[in-house]
């Protein structure tokens, strides 16, 4: 392309596609292979919000720029060290096997960026398993056995998530009608709900298997609400004499006597409050 002058054409092409993901949010990513091809940039400027995942040196006649050279353009560099490839279907063999991907993992650090003849700033590093033969099947217990080795190799870069499943359990013991129970109590378990933070690290496991515990203690201690004609019998119990009332003042006791014959009557025989007869009520003047 860079013979032909077609490559200032590619480089349109590529920032044209990065300005589109970047205008839905994403974070624009390409292959280093094409990128500044022998170090050359007569052709023009890459956008520098393009991270590069650097997976290959070049090979026989094909020279990459070199990663070094990339940084110093300012792009971000994602190690995607292609000693890590495995090719689904290649078990054994010299190049992408599911052998050397695993010896790999013992004779490359975190950080070996492919063709770096120095320390290079990356982002990350990835581990990639590529369908170059169609028809060859994937064997998923081989692939989780190389991704935990790879996370297993790399622990000090690759912390794993914390285990959420006792917290889970806790909230799914979480009664679903909780305004049977007192407000004060209610108020404590979602204090303890709302603490919880989501996406801590496997160093933090004991903080989140205490939110777990927190939840649990604050399930065991609601407290059940009385029956409403507890909270209505007390302060009529208080005033049996209503003599010395008003009008305005009598209407809201009387709502509340009310309330309680209602409660306490059964579908067949209505039941009035046993003292409620004996209740003195005031001569009240209109007037």
Partial sequence: MQQSGTYKKFVAYVNDLAAMAKNASLKPMVFNDGIYYDNNTSFGTFDKDLIVSYWTAGWGGYDVAKPEFLTDKGLKIMNTNDGWYWVLGRVDGDLYSYKTALASLASKKFTDVPGASSAVPIIGSVQAVWADDPSAQLDMPALLKLM???????????????D??????AIAAVPRQLNQYTEASVAKLDAALNAVVRGKKATDQALVDGYAQTITVAIKALQLRPPITQRLMPPLQLQRNLTGHTIKTLVPLMRRLLLLIVISASPSKPKLIPWLPRLQLPSLRWF
Avoid: E, G
């Fill in 164 to 169: 959420y499943s006792k917290v889970d359990a």
């Fill in 148 to 162: 935990d080795q790879f996370s297993t190799a790399y622990a000090p870069y690759l912390v794993r998530p914390a």
